[in-house]
């Protein structure tokens, strides 16, 4: 599987984020969501599947970004849950 990274904005005050949401968990069942709008997701798909299948839940005027991970990665200030869930899912072993 491989590993991506997912970010958006919602532009329009007011817009429901749990359709987006939901579908990202729908997805994949691995994922890691520790800031706010942007989620880390390991899948079969592709970057280009995974914003085709998204972009059926944002408006015309919002944002959102799907980037494959290469396995290097460096952090800061997570809790220990976090930490080790993006040590076993972004680097190597």
């Known amino acids: 599987m491989k590993t991506y990274l997912i970010g958006y904005d919602l532009n329009k005050s007011g817009q429901n984020y749990d359709a987006l ?10 994922w ?5 709008s942007t989620w880390i997701i390991k ?3 592709s970057a280009k599947d995974i914003r085709d299948d998204l972009k059926l839940y944002i408006d015309a005027n919002d944002e959102l970004l799907v ?4 396995g290097e990665a460096a952090w800061a200030g997570f809790k ?6 993006l040590l076993n899912n972004i680097l190597p072993s």
């Not at 220990?80 to 869930?85: A, L, M, P, R």
């Open 21 to 30: 949401i939901n579908r990202i968990k729908e997805i994949s069942s691995i």
């Open 32 to 36: 890691w969501h520790n800031l706010d």
């Open 43 to 45: 899948s079969n798909s």
């Open 67 to 70: 980037a494959g991970l290469t």
């Open 80 to 85: 220990d849950k976090g930490s080790t869930w």
